[in-house]
């Protein structure tokens, strides 16, 4: 089955301790994304990709990182330095930038221990 | 700066009623308007795209209206179903740029 596969689907981080969120893709996709989503919140920008070996921070990059070695792989690392990191992380994937709607994975929810 | 607001108080409606959810967006130029829905705990799934041209689209029990003057799109669900209870969310974008999304409204359809 194609589609976007995000693990682990729950995920704890300690003080000071960076946690890296996995997100692949086997629908062929150019452009992928990730988003955080905190509760009663919409879905907030983070990273995306465009093609691999390139990326572009989002409204909120600050405190991750993320790399696109390879076209289905897109992994986030939530780093010591994102002070509040608990949240629903959402990976998404399109055939590109512009027009085309967004495929989402299932989500990681990550808490602080 | 940049807004995409829908209605943060969660729509109860009856079964067989039509469900009307409001997006309003500023400081936007977008070539298109996307809805999506959002079960809790899951990623959120497309339902339709309606381009500025487009002044309506339909899918099945759903339509869609997009007007660039007013900056606001408008999402119907006719025949509402209890399975249409749900998180719908507006998204848009200015061209070439990632999807920004709306907080989302909380649909609940009772029998």
């Known amino acids: 089955d194609g589609g976007i596969t995000q693990s682990p689907k729950y995920l704890f981080r300690k003080e000071g301790q960076n946690v890296t969120l996995s997100c692949e893709q086997n629908l062929n996709h150019d452009a992928m994304y990730w988003y955080r989503q905190d509760p009663g919140q919409g879905l907030r920008l983070i990273y995306y990709?465009?093609?691999?070996?390139?990326?572009q921070k989002g409204d909120i990059a600050e405190g991750y990182s993320v790399s696109r070695e390879k076209k289905e792989s897109f992994p986030l690392t939530v780093t010591s330095a994102q002070k509040n990191p608990t949240a629903f992380y959402l990976c998404?994937?399109?055939?590109?930038?512009?027009?085309?709607?967004?495929?989402f994975g299932s989500g990681t929810q990550l808490s602080v221990l | 700066s940049q807004k995409i607001e829908q209605n943060s108080e969660a729509l109860n409606i009856q079964e067989g009623k039509t469900a009307t959810l409001t997006c309003n967006y500023t400081?936007?130029?977008?070539?298109?308007l996307q809805w999506y829905r959002q079960d809790p705990g899951r990623g959120p799934v497309f339902l339709l795209l309606?381009?500025?041209?487009?002044k309506e689209k339909r899918k099945e029990r759903l339509k869609v209206t997009f007007d660039t003057t007013l900056k606001q799109s408008l999402f119907h669900i006719t025949a509402s179903q209890p399975a249409d209870s749900a998180t719908y969310l507006c998204a848009l974008s200015n061209s070439g740029y990632a999807l920004n999304f709306g907080k989302g409204t909380s649909l609940l359809v009772t029998p």
């Open positions: 309606i381009r500025e041209n487009e």
């Open positions: 998404a994937s399109s055939t590109g930038t512009g027009d085309e709607k967004l495929f």
């Open positions: 400081n936007y130029s977008p070539a298109y």
């Open positions: 990709s465009q093609i691999v070996n390139d990326f």
